[in-house]
């Protein structure tokens, strides 16, 4: 008699768990990090300068801090801010001269995003806006055997590029990425003997970071 009682026991509890497990479904898993609202993202970045006609700049590095926000599965708007430090070279030809130092630049930036492409593995987006770049300058010029410091304006550029997204983990990815650059207005630079030709902070650019998706 008890063994069946512990039967009938055993199979009432078995049903209950069955029907609560129907009623409610399995337990909801969260979704992927590229279908989540919110994005916060750090990445190092690389510049190739002196595409234009002008050259003053060896190359640039930084790091920017970059907040998404996706108001759609593929549609997206994001605020950027970072440091990049961009290392003059031996010599600018458009200002007749010998350059050394560097050009400290904060950029801050607001782009829009598009995914273009979910391959499971990774996502391709795309992305364009506008970035104003605060400078600060520790350039120097040197012609005829004397050495100037040069003073350089903010200046505003149009950025757009591509971006893949790799899943670590359902919060953290892993993002790479290479875009373009060029001012709207070129900045102006001028020295103790008077006005340079504008810089002109058009480059091309790669970079590779971390995101965190909430």
């Not at 199979?11 to 992927?32: D, Q």
């Not at 002008?54 to 599965?73: H, I, K, M, N, S």
């Not at 709207?184 to 504008?198: E, V, Y």
Request: aromatic content about 14%; glycine content about 14%; charged content about 15%.
């Amino acid at each position: 008699m008890k063994a069946i009682r512990g039967q009938w026991a055993a199979w009432t509890v078995a049903v209950a768990l069955w029907t609560g497990y129907s009623i409610a479904g399995p337990a909801p898993t969260r979704p992927p990090a590229w279908m989540r609202q919110h994005e916060v993202g750090v990445e190092g970045v690389v510049h190739a300068p002196g595409l234009g006609d002008f050259d003053v700049f060896d190359y640039a590095a930084g790091v920017e801090l970059e907040y998404r926000y996706w108001w759609a599965d593929v549609f997206g708007m994001g605020l950027g801010i970072g440091y990049e430090r961009w290392e003059a070279g031996n010599g600018a030809r458009n200002w007749m001269g010998r350059t050394d130092g560097e050009l400290n630049v904060v950029p801050l930036s607001a782009l829009a995003y598009l995914r273009l492409a979910d391959w499971g593995v990774c996502q391709l987006t795309g992305y364009g806006g506008l970035e104003y770049a605060w400078t600060d300058s520790d350039l120097t010029l040197e012609r005829s055997g004397q050495k100037d410091s040069v003073s350089v304006d903010d200046t505003l550029l149009v950025r757009f590029g591509l971006s893949t997204a790799w899943p670590i983990t359902s919060v953290l990815q892993l993002t790479l990425g290479a875009g373009f650059q060029f001012p709207i207005m070129k900045a102006n630079a001028s020295s103790h003997g008077g006005p340079l030709q504008d810089l002109d902070l058009q480059s091309f650019f790669v970079g590779a970071g971390i995101s965190l998706a909430f």
